[in-house]
């Protein structure tokens, strides 16, 4: 029988990382569903205002977050690094083929890191959040004026003898007609991929949630409890079964 060991694979950094970009997310879709619906609901256009504004601060803090973990891809520890979340590299395509077979085979290899499958949807999901986290932010400043491209929109909108900085949301008699429809449709393509990306990060998340439940159900290795810990706790297997990815 194979004796258990505890090895320290998600520093303190990812871990909070994970559970803040949980919880920024949850707040956006949940402020986010409710301004997709407003007109339903029968929002008034300062409940509006007042909507975006939760959601751009929320995204703020996404944003930031990500950006942090995007650094920490280059700085971190050796689980946190780009060379142990981007699929590819020598061998890495015999390493997935294996690691498939063996889980068709239900002897599947348990890895310190992501396996060579979860390589590539972590690598989607931090693609998606970019994707999502840069748009959001275009259309913060489309929609508020905030940063970080707010005050461009403004002065870019502003009707003659209007100071950009005074301008508020909803407020059409303070634009400049032909430049806020010109504005109108420069913003137009970011919110169309502001919003298909949303179904398909939040598709992408559920089917993650559900890979992980089935890996650990399947494999071991407490997937979940580990990103409280930041403890994997394995098999003491040959090298060739567990893997140091």
């Not at 090895?7 to 950094?13: I, Q, R």
């Given at each position: 029988?194979?004796?258990?060991?505890?090895?320290?694979?998600?520093?303190?950094?990812?871990?909070?990382?994970?559970?803040?970009?949980?919880?920024?997310?949850?707040?956006?879709?949940?402020?986010?569903?409710?301004i997709l619906n407003s007109k339903t609901l029968g929002v008034t256009n300062e409940g509006k205002i007042l909507l975006k504004t939760v959601h751009v601060w929320i995204g703020y803090v996404f944003s930031l977050n990500l950006l942090w973990r995007l650094v920490w891809a280059f700085i971190g520890g050796p689980y946190a690094r780009w060379r142990a979340i981007l699929p590819g590299g020598k061998g890495y395509m015999s390493e997935a083929c294996d690691y498939i077979g063996d889980v068709k085979a239900g002897r599947p290899r348990q890895?310190?890191?992501?396996?060579?499958?979860?390589?590539?949807?972590?690598?989607?999901?931090?693609?998606?959040?970019?994707?999502?986290?840069?748009?959001?932010?275009?259309?913060?400043?489309?929609?508020?004026?905030?940063?970080?491209?707010?005050?461009?929109?403004?002065?870019?909108?502003?009707?003659?003898?209007?100071?950009?900085?005074?301008?508020?949301?909803?407020?059409?008699?303070?634009?400049?007609?032909?430049?806020?429809?010109?504005?109108?449709?420069?913003?137009?393509?970011?919110?169309?991929?502001?919003?298909?990306?949303?179904?398909?990060?939040?598709?992408?998340?559920?089917?993650?949630?559900?890979?992980?439940?089935?890996?650990?159900?399947?494999e071991g290795g407490n997937l979940i409890s580990a990103m409280f810990s930041g403890k994997k706790i394995l098999r003491e297997l040959s090298a060739e079964h567990t893997k140091d990815d």
């Open positions: 029988m194979s004796n258990l060991k505890a090895h320290l694979v998600w520093d303190a950094n990812i871990r909070w990382f994970h559970w803040i970009n949980f919880l920024c997310l949850l707040g956006l879709i949940a402020v986010g569903v409710v890895y310190l890191g992501h396996n060579p499958i979860g390589r590539i949807a972590v690598t989607l999901l931090l693609f998606l959040l970019l994707v999502q986290a840069i748009t959001g932010l275009m259309l913060a400043g489309t929609d508020l004026f905030y940063p970080p491209i707010g005050s461009w929109i403004a002065s870019w909108i502003a009707s003659s003898g209007v100071d950009p900085a005074t301008l508020v949301p909803y407020a059409k008699e303070m634009y400049d007609e032909t430049a806020y429809e010109a504005m109108r449709a420069f913003r137009k393509p970011v919110i169309t991929i502001h919003y298909y990306n949303f179904f398909v990060l939040l598709s992408i998340i559920l089917i993650h949630i559900l890979a992980v439940v089935v890996t650990e159900l399947r």
